[in-house]
């Protein structure tokens, strides 16, 4: 079959990129008849652009202007059998992707098959910054990447999944189709083995079209993983190091095409971090199409407030390999800041120095270990130590 988007955009070369033309095509698809109002609207992109893109595709022969623009039987077998869209449940589709999504009921149902699967993952290890989204943050992300057409058909790798993105979207996509075996392909790299294997349990339990893969990412990107991924997902450690550490390994998966979407969770910040977070993002040839505040809630991370803000980032005509020169020490938080902190047994008051580059690094470690006085598992902090 022809690549008529790949033709499209040789002869049109829109600046916003090639993906523009497929959610060109999918508006069209899902509205079944529409109009270059409601077009440019829906994918925000000028009417003088939209027409020019419409003349193009109706050139093509799979596109129509018959009381609205629709799209031929040509262009239904492009969307439905190139672009994944075959057996689309629309009206779910709808709901999710339209306003109140989460007053609806398929997103209650997602809830509910997320709900246990939620519960039991595994701890997270502060150690290495792993704080735990709630249920309905995991499930927004996952939305919110299939509203910016980054999810059916595509390549999706999450970097680090302590939050079960790559499960969220698996979950969306069998709600969205009754067959989702091929509607995407999704990857999970993780330094910590017991959420890799937890999420292979569920992928296989599920029938989620998920892979997993151990990587430390202070290790460059293997070959099989470069220019591959249309998206990814990451929440990194809330250091300017780990930021960008975790950015430039992301942007090795990434095909390279302008316009494609990077979904970043971080921590609200100071207005000077936060100049630098932008400077890096100058640095790495990628540019916020939207910051939102409060997006993302968390438990049990009072430090932060339990909330952080999720952006949506692009790249653009820049996006390349970069030189592999980043700077791989202080990446966590403990590695910057020298945290260290005592706690005292309630029962028999011996104490206790926990922390990074100790032999106990954390209260949970602490607890399963016990008193080696008394083998009581209750400690009080007595005071922190900033060094």
Excluded: W
Excluded at 37 to 57: C, G, H, N, T, Y
Excluded at 299 to 307: D, F, H, L, P, V
């Amino acid at each position: 079959m022809k690549n008529y988007i790949e033709r499209v955009y040789e002869n049109i070369k829109i600046d916003e990129g090639k993906v523009f033309l497929e959610s060109f095509l999918r508006e069209v698809y899902l509205n079944v008849r529409t109009s270059n109002k409601d077009i440019a609207e829906a994918i925000r992109l000028p009417i003088p652009i939209v027409s020019a893109i419409k003349k193009e595709f109706i050139k093509e022969k799979i596109l129509a202007q018959q009381n609205g623009i629709i799209l031929t039987s040509d262009g239904i077998k492009y969307v439905e059998e190139e672009l994944k869209y075959s057996g689309l449940k629309r009206e779910v589709y709808k709901d999710l992707v339209g306003e109140n999504p989460l007053n609806k009921k398929a997103f209650n149902e997602l809830s509910a098959d997320l709900s246990e699967i939620m519960d039991k993952r595994p701890e997270a290890d502060l150690l290495i910054d792993q704080t735990h989204c709630t249920l309905t943050t995991s499930l927004k992300r996952a939305i919110f990447c299939l509203k910016s057409n980054s999810l059916i058909g595509k390549n999706i790798i999450c970097i680090g999944d302590d939050d079960l993105v790559s499960v969220s979207l698996g979950l969306l996509l069998k709600k969205l189709f009754k067959d989702s075996s091929d509607k995407a392909y999704i990857k999970a790299l993780d330094i910590d083995d017991r959420y890799l294997e937890y999420i292979s349990e569920i992928s296989s339990k599920f029938k989620l079209n998920i892979s997993c893969e151990n990587l430390d990412l202070r290790v460059p990107i293997k070959d099989e993983l470069l220019s591959r991924f249309d998206c990814f997902f990451t929440d990194p450690p809330y250091t300017l190091n780990g930021l960008r550490l975790f950015l430039k390994r992301g942007i090795d998966t990434l095909k390279k095409e302008k316009g494609l979407s990077i979904f970043l969770s971080f921590g609200h910040k100071s207005p000077d971090f936060t100049l630098k977070m932008m400077k890096l993002f100058t640095d790495l040839n990628i540019v916020p199409m939207e910051i939102i505040r409060g997006f993302n809630k968390y438990i049990g991370a009072g430090i932060i407030g339990n909330e952080g803000q999720f952006m949506h980032l692009s790249t653009t005509s820049n996006i390349k390999n970069l030189r592999d020169d980043i700077p791989l020490d202080n990446i966590y938080t403990g590695e910057i800041r020298d945290r260290k902190k005592i706690y005292i047994c309630k029962n028999c008051g011996e104490k206790y120095e926990i922390g990074f580059g100790m032999e106990v690094k954390t209260i949970e470690d602490l607890k399963r270990i016990r008193c080696k006085k008394c083998n009581s598992s209750t400690f009080d902090i007595q005071k922190k130590i900033f060094k």
